[in-house]
């Protein structure tokens, strides 16, 4: 319980969705609809370079002869793809800013309101920000101190412009263009999204971190990150998400690779909050989301994420185990409210020897919301003794939601060792009735329940992060009761 | 302090408490008595507010108040404390965040502020020494995979952090082999005052060794057939109940 | 090869047509088979395609030569099938060779309960209250299936009546005696167990050639309130026959079936077994043991739906796989909103003996209440090296201490067969398969 003293300090009274504002900034939009002018246009108002123009056609060429899935445990009205603005960036006179104070204020008045005021980051935390808000970097803190380890943290339209070898190489490798129909479509269109590099034999001194948010109506968000870890290096990197309150639902449809070379270790987690959608499910983020990873020969990934917010969520952190004695992790809570859809979970593809991998997956339903595992375990008959573990629990809040549980295991190697086990279960009347008895009414005994059902889960968070998911959880359960 | 006039209950349409009368003043330590299935627990339970249990019949006043149609958490706020027969575990709330989220909803619900981290680790650190408790146990998941002693130790320690005006023991005693029950009740009687009050209920007599009664009831069938000192307990516990019995079919 | 599926969906379509001459058209049931042939023409043969037939391509066994009437009716002795039947007990038997009924070989009965033939029961009118009521009212439109109506014509028909305990078990067996080349058979099975009845039902197919031979049978079972049913199918095949072995379940309340299924042999063997809780206080339990080698495959797909409260249901599938073989387990438990209190439990475990043995399961929980314990467990692994030390340093040489912990694996599901016999023969099937003598039962 590496918390407790944080928890004791910690208590909350925050009602509706605390992020719910929108920032009245002038933004740089372009007509609604896509094709292949609309991703020329992207590529030039980015100032790309021809290759670059080129791998996003060819992904938009892809992806008009695909077809949007519909595979997952998911309804939704799928998006009119002509009916939304591919592009959208906070007009400042300037395309960057060389420090913090040049940034727009009232920019800066919604990070503080996000409670990631970057000044208070950067003296308190010790964390690097990268901040994306509709789609375009905004900026990127820390900079200096990073580049003197040679750990690059930049956008990845600067990371475009500056370092092409590495993102030629890297970019696509783990998460190829035409992937999948979201991940085509964020291959065509991506405006923005962090970019990290860390050396050969790095370890990066602070958690780096991005947040990203929807601002502007009618514009879809389409992030792409790229993490390199060179040999033997490490980085733990933070991504957050928050989205105001709007009737109509928004896009995200992000790309996330990360390559972690021979020995290093990559860290990833996710604390993501887009508006879900008001309580008759009117409104929302369509969270359709890439993630991957891959692994060389030693190298770690581990994915952790909350997730508590979004309409609908179609999202599976992914680990290819492609060297020998890699490890994949995945830690997840996913928590649906009122009329919200999740259909998430992991792959674990086990490639190389002595592979292992962990998933513990904590499911919370409440409302008439439904929520859905979906995993793979992938046993190549080439990887000998691969080791999985895989946990996955849901919890279930009224007699209106649902969860659900859906497992792939496929194994091909008899030194393959591989134990899945779930469970279903509700919140006891008898353990309310206890937490009643010493004092904690009902609304918060469910909260301290729930949270020690997700603890193994954000344990696994930094700590800022912890504290921060275990208030989301909080909120995000509001309403709830009865 | 406590005044419970005449209170019939029910669990699932069964009548269990038949008209039970109590008094307990600021101070006092009584001890309540009875063979399985008497409705020892039910009355804990009721007072406590249950909602398993309905109340048919009666008040239940604390404190000059009726609380009759308090909820089990409006109770506690007033200063009632209940310690469980079989405590239920939470997993991954730890013993520390629990009675942390325990003591400061009590505080706000009387209007003060929450308890600065450092009274409440300082409080805790005193608490637990009072009772023997190492700091490690304070991490673990609340009563998940506690033996029985940890468990009835836990309800004391947390009885000693909120620190109620009237205390519950329900079965304390059970399950726990001597040298357990002494602490237990060393505990009990270190956090006695002149300002509050205890209702021990116990099948067997020899808790009552180590917490002194100055009351003692008989339950039987639902009805305090008999009240007396300490030596009715003793009396109990060499004849056992028939004698009672009788006594209550002939009256 | 793609060409293949087409034309032996072509061949069975205009088969059908030959096939309805051949029965009676004035027959309420020409309906019945014609809606089921269109199904069967606008699905088609399931591909790989469709998530439930993710893992098991049925292409291999298709074959647009197979015949789909049995041109000569061959007869058997009992010597030649003696050994495919539980003979050390006292049994009624229902037996067919190339799908045709053999009288001579069979014992039916009509006293105190019906154990006799779908023929008879579909044809005789004094039986079309209980056709109307349960014929073919369960069995889901999907193409295999509809396939099988549009050719339902024979079969075992069973009926325990009311308060009845079945006193001996009721074999069904099916042989196919390679009399032609290439076969594909059709047989379709009722069981009606009755308010309080019990009865006991042992079920096989069997091939007595190498000659291909790809059977796809429907059995439709009902358990009105308290009846019981303990049902045994034992697969244990030539390399070239193939199985698409269906089983519907529908129980009413405080109703108790027991399914198990034995897959020890066969080319493919898919079997799809979904039971339909329709009551309170209903257990539906299903076992499996499945030991397979060479380039063998078999899928367990199951399916429980809870749709009322206090029902239970248990699924406890074990599988042993060597050589090349591929197993499929794709177990599914959906309650819903309504069925509080369910308990539901499924556990796939499993041993890839080989390297290149598969084994692909997907153990899916939908749940919709709030009240229920429902959890599965999935073990793909090794033999448990402790054990396996332990065993070895008593003296027992790794090759004989493997088999035993592999025997002992299997043979946990066999602790509750009720049929001593049976479980004697299949105790000694799987000590066999896996290469171990034992003088002892374990």
Redesign the interface.
Known sequence: ?AY??Q???K?LEHKEYEYGFYTDIESDKLPKGLNEDIVRAISKKKNEPEWMTEWRLEAYRGWEKMQEPD?SNVNYEKPDYQNISYYSSPNSSKPKYDSIDEVDPELLDTFNKLGISLEEQKKLAGVAVDVVMDSTSVATTFKKNLAEKGIIFCSISEAIQEYPELVKKYMGSVVPKNDNFFAALNSAVFSDGSFCYIPKGVKCPMELSTYFRINESGTGQFERTLVIAEDSSYVSYLEGCTAPMRDENQLHAAVVELVALDNAEIKYSTVQNWFPGDKEGKGGVFNFVTKRGLCEKNAKISWTQVETGSAVTWKYPSCVLKGDNSIGEFYSIALTNNYQQADTGTKMIHLGNDTKSTIISKGISAGRSQNSYRGLVK?N?RAKNARNFSQCD?L???????????????????????????????I????I??????????E?AIA??V??????VLNKLPMEFAVEAQKLLEISLEGSVG | MLQIKNLHATVEGEEILKGINLSIKPGEVHAIMGPNGSGKSTLASVI?????YEVQEGDIIFDKANISEL???E???KGI??S?QY??S?????V???I???I???RK?RGLE?MS?SD??KTMREKSKLLGIDRKFL?R??NENFSGGEKKRNEIF?MAM?EPKLAILDETDSGLDIDALKTVANGVNKLRTEDNATLVITHYQRLLDYIVPDVVHVLLDGKIVKSGDKDLALKLEREGYDWLKTETVNA | MAQTDQDLKEKLISSFFAFEEQMDLENDHHQMRDDAIKIFEEKGFPTKKL?EWKYTSLRPVLNSDFNLFPKEEKSLEYNDIKKYCIHDIDSYQIVFIDGVYSSHLSTTTHDKFDACLMSSFLNRPKYKPLVDKYFNQITPKESMDALNTAFSKEGAYIRVPKEVAAEKPVQILNFSTGSDEKLMLQPRNLIIVEEGAEVEVIERHQSLTENEVLTNSVTEIFLEKNAKLDHYKIQNDKQKASLIDSTYVKQAESSDCEIYTFSFGGKLTRNNLHYFQDGEYINSSMKGVTIIEDKQHVDHNTLVHHTQPNCESHQDYKGIFADRSTGVFNGRVLVD?IA?KTNAFQSNN?I???????????????????????????????LDEEALFYMRSRGIPEKEARALLMYAFANNVLNSVNIPELKRRITKQIANKIGVSLGFEL
């Open positions: 319980m407790t003293e928890e004791l300090e208590e595979w046993a008959s849901s279930l809040m009224g007699n209106k939601c649902g969860a659900h549980t859906f497992p792939y295991i496929e194994a091909s190697s008899n030194s393959a060792q591989i134990e899945h086990e779930a469970t279903t279960s509700k006891g009347e008898d353990q009735f206890y937490c009643n008895q010493r004092g904690i009414d009902e918060k301290l329940i949270n020690g059902f997700s603890k193994e | 406590a507010g249950n909602e398993d909820s089990p958490d109770r506690a706020h404390f209940l469980f405590p239920v939470i997993p991954g709330v730890s520390t965040n629990f942390k989220t325990s400061n909803q009590i619900s929450e981290a409440m680790l991490s998941s609340l947390q909120l | 998530e909103k509080q499993n890839l003996i080989d390297d290149k043995a598969t084994i692909n399961s997907k153990p899916q929980l939908e749940i919709f209440a709030d009240d229920v314990a429902c959890s599965h467990g999935c073990t793909i692994g090794e």
